[in-house]
Nanobody, 124 residues
Framework: QLQLVESGGGLVQPGGSLRLSCVVSGGSLDYYNIGWFRQAPGKQREGVSC??????PTSYADSVKGRFTISRDNNMVNLQMNSLKPEDTAVYYC???????????????????WGKGTLVTVSS
C-alpha cells in the first residue's frame, strides 16, 4: 500500500517562500505520477502541480505558473513555492496515481492515494 506524508507547511508573509515535501513509501516513484493539490476553506480541492512517473513532463495550474516548481528526488516529491499570495492559503495534499491508469495526474477523484495534508497560511 502506497503511503504519502506531507511536511513543510506553515505561516508565511505575502511574497515569501515555502518548500513542501511529500515522502512516498510502499512503492517506487518510477511507477506513479505524483500531484500536489490544495483545498482552501469553502472551496473544492484543486490541482496545483504534477510530475510524471518518469520525472518529465511536469504541469502547473495557471494560478501558480512561474511561482511554484515541482521536483522529485529518490522517494520524495517537493513543491517549491515562491512569491506566495494570500490566495495560496490552503491545505496542501500530495496524491498518487499509477502510471498504468494515466500518463499524468488526474482530477482529485481520479487519484488513488492521498496524504493527510499540510496547512499553508499566507498572511501578514
Amino acid at each position: 500500500q502506497l503511503q504519502l506524508v506531507e511536511s513543510g507547511g506553515g505561516l508565511v508573509q505575502p511574497g515569501g517562500s515555502l518548500r513542501l515535501s511529500c515522502v512516498v513509501s510502499g512503492g517506487s516513484l518510477d511507477y506513479y505520477n505524483i500531484g500536489w493539490f490544495r483545498q482552501a476553506p469553502g472551496k473544492q480541492r484543486e490541482g496545483v502541480s504534477c510530475i510524471s512517473s518518469s520525472g518529465s513532463p511536469t504541469s502547473y495550474a495557471d494560478s501558480v505558473k512561474g511561482r511554484f516548481t515541482i521536483s522529485r528526488d529518490n522517494n520524495m516529491v517537493n513543491l517549491q513555492m515562491n512569491s506566495l499570495k494570500p490566495e495560496d492559503t490552503a491545505v496542501y495534499y500530495c496524491a498518487a496515481v499509477h502510471l498504468t491508469v494515466a500518463t499524468m495526474c488526474l482530477p482529485p477523484d481520479g487519484m488513488n492515494y492521498w496524504g493527510k495534508g499540510t496547512l499553508v497560511t499566507v498572511s501578514s
